[in-house]
């Protein structure tokens, strides 16, 4: 079968590829290509927005092209078919409900960083009333 004939990765298809390490290592995986509103990867739906979807789209089963991402040298594309999964009706939802959470830990993480500098910058915060403080003093005789 020649170079045309064969198929490519687009939206929509199901796509098999080997992911090759900087060790000629490969790992295999397999997803089908969606739209980014769709995207769903713990159920195997990659958005087509990802650098691996960008990398690889257009290509052709059998190609190999550069992927660099972290230990990840390159690409093999070993087979490409029509999509074979539906995206879930409140995939949108859950990714929000994610990035949602995501960004609650990060804030909070945030909040004890600040905490944490307060007390090493400008000394320890006093929570105990100074028992030597007028002010404290008068409100404790009361």
Not at 21 to 48: I, K, N, S, T, Y
Not at 52 to 81: F, N, S, T
């Given at each position: 079968?020649?170079?045309?004939?064969?198929?490519?990765v687009?939206?929509?298809?199901?796509?098999?590829?080997?992911?090759?390490?900087?060790?000629?290592?490969?790992?295999?995986?397999?997803?089908?290509?969606?739209?980014?509103?769709?995207?769903?990867?713990?159920?195997?739906?990659?958005?087509?927005?990802?650098?691996?979807?960008?990398?690889?789209?257009?290509?052709?089963?059998g190609?190999?092209?550069?992927?660099?991402?972290?230990?990840?040298?390159r690409?093999?594309?070993?087979?490409?078919r029509?999509g074979?999964?539906?995206?879930?009706?409140?995939?949108?939802?859950r990714?929000?409900?994610?990035?949602?959470?995501?960004?609650?830990?990060?804030?909070?993480?945030?909040?004890?960083?600040?905490?944490?500098?307060?007390?090493?910058?400008?000394?320890?915060?006093?929570?105990?009333?100074?028992?030597?403080?007028?002010?404290?003093a008068?409100?404790?005789?009361?």
């Amino acid at each position: 079968m020649g170079e045309t004939q064969r198929a490519r990765v687009g939206l929509g298809c199901h796509v098999e590829v080997e992911l090759i390490d900087d060790q000629g290592q490969a790992e295999r995986m397999a997803f089908d290509l969606v739209p980014a509103h769709a995207a769903d990867f713990d159920r195997g739906l990659l958005a087509e927005t990802t650098p691996l979807a960008k990398a690889i789209r257009g290509k052709p089963a059998g190609a190999v092209v550069p992927y660099v991402q972290g230990d990840i040298r390159r690409v093999r594309i070993v087979a490409v078919r029509a999509g074979e999964m539906e995206a879930a009706p409140d995939a949108a939802a859950r990714r929000q409900a994610v990035l949602d959470e995501a960004r609650r830990k990060a804030e909070q993480t945030n909040a004890e960083m600040f905490a944490a500098s307060f007390s090493g910058k400008w000394g320890d915060y006093q929570i105990d009333p100074d028992p030597d403080d007028d002010s404290t003093a008068a409100g404790r005789a009361e």
